[in-house]
């Protein structure tokens, strides 16, 4: 069994508290500050209905962990396609079949977009 290399059990210097809230490490190893590029940033877009009563969704994947930028691009997204949507488990979902929308947006922005899943 794999250990973590500084499994906290119990701390009162307040060193849990300078923890990344992504990566679980102090310092950061995630590389969350560094600056996203979009076109240097490759993000999927698939249609997902598993686990959803038949209901379509479109879902942005291979995100890069910057949740703070992309809870920001989903709001501009929901706007863009008229629809609703979430970020979850570090994907952006988009109520129903937005796939052309989402991609004509993204490589607006300079993101390089791939289909995903036919």
Known sequence: MARDSSPLVY???GSHQRMCSVCGH???TCGSAA???PG???LRVRLDKKG????AVTVVFDLPPRPDYFATLLKQ???HCGA???LKDGCIEIQGDQRDKVQGYL???GFKVRRAGG
């Not at 959803?52 to 209901?55: C, F, I, L, Q, V």
């Open 40 to 42: 240097q940033t490759v």
């Open 107 to 109: 490589e607006r922005l």
């Open 77 to 79: 997204l929901k706007a």
């Open 35 to 37: 600056e996203i590029m």
């Open 11 to 13: 701390s009162t210097d």
């Open 26 to 28: 102090s310092p950061c």
């Open 84 to 86: 609703g949507g979430a």
């Open 52 to 55: 959803r009563g038949g209901k």
